[in-house]
């Protein structure tokens, strides 16, 4: 679905002063960053012809001055996105439903990922912004920008070299499915088991290779694999049609999706390759299609109650 919003004469005001904001950053920016180049490029001069100490005062005298309009403009730049995720991002999704409200400071804690059992690598990094909260007819949701990774150390001549890994990075969507789940149901995606093998179960998770569901759907199985602690609740759960449902908001996405069923609630991890809800900073705000990519995003995931159904109450919470 795509959604519609409007840019209220009052947000337009506020995009007017944040686009003078905007230059001046960017102005700042690039002298800052002039000063300090212009003067390692002098200071490398200075010291071929006319010795080192000269070099390092004539590079100092340009490179301190731009340290210091960069160290000055980053409160600025920071009040600057803020500003447009509170006061333009959150309009906007008020504009397209009253309920629709955005924390840029919360997201999905650790505890709760980590609990959600969508992926079994243990964290070592955790970062999660941009908390999106609404309720759709009957269903509430929310969802957030999660960025989990694990860390792998190398021995080398030089030292221990330290690699990071992505785990997810990308949006966690929660919606109440209104029932209290009695097991754990998780739908992985095929190939899971390959890409991060090494890594697969710590042992503290509550499904493993031993709990597989064979499913009665080619397509589903093509592309997931189902664990579950309770076999008959997970074939209650994975209708069908819900597999079919599935299958089409997987088609949807760029990357394979994996969902958890726990508690009450259902778990969705959608990998995705760029930070929704930013400010641009060296592209004007003046432009048509500035929040185009937000509100698709936001369209997906709205999307998703209608797609799976969520409003049909099959089930009675006890």
């Known amino acids: 679905m795509a959604v519609n ?3 209220s004469p009052a947000v ?3 995009l007017d002063e ?6 001046k950053i960017v102005s700042t920016n690039y002298k800052g960053w002039g000063l300090i180049l ?3 490029l002098l200071a490398f001069l200075v010291t071929n012809f006319g010795g080192l100490i000269a070099g390092l005062l004539v590079g100092a005298a340009a490179v301190i001055p731009g340290g210091v309009m ?3 403009i980053s409160d600025d730049t920071a009040q600057y996105k803020s500003r447009f995720k509170r006061e333009v991002v959150g309009a906007a999704l008020s504009s397209v439903d009253q309920c629709l409200t955005l924390d840029p400071s919360n997201g999905i804690s650790e505890s709760e990922f ?3 059992q969508l992926f079994t690598t243990g964290i070592d990094r955790y970062h999660t912004e941009d908390l999106v909260c609404g309720k759709i007819d009957k269903t509430s949701f929310y969802f957030a920008e999660v960025h989990a990774e694990y860390k792998t150390e ?3 001549k030089n030292g221990t070299q330290t690699t990071w890994h992505d785990i997810l990075k990308g949006i966690v969507f929660v919606a109440d499915f209104n029932k209290n789940f009695n097991g754990v149901t998780v739908v992985r995606p095929k190939d899971f088991g390959s890409s991060i093998g090494a890594w697969f179960s710590k042992n503290i998770f509550s499904v493993g290779d031993k709990n597989v569901v064979e499913l009665e759907n080619d397509g589903f199985n093509k592309n997931f694999v189902t664990y579950s602690t309770d076999q008959v609740e997970a074939r209650y759960v994975l209708t069908p049609a819900m597999m079919e449902r599935i299958n089409d908001l997987n088609q949807r996405s760029a990357y394979t999706v994996s969902l958890s069923f726990i508690n009450s609630s259902m778990y969705i991890a959608f990998p995705l390759d760029k930070n929704y809800f930013e400010a641009p900073v060296y592209k004007t705000l003046l432009r048509p299609d500035l929040l185009d990519d937000d509100m698709s995003v936001l369209g997906f995931m709205y999307d998703i109650v209608h797609e799976l159904d969520l409003n049909t109450r099959i089930w009675t919470k006890q």
């Open 12 to 14: 337009q005001s506020v």
């Open 70 to 72: 960069l160290y000055k």
């Open 38 to 40: 212009g003067g390692i």
């Open 5 to 7: 919003f409007v840019i």
């Open 18 to 23: 944040l686009e003078i904001q905007r230059k």
């Open 154 to 156: 190398t021995r080398t």
């Open 114 to 116: 980590t609990s959600s």
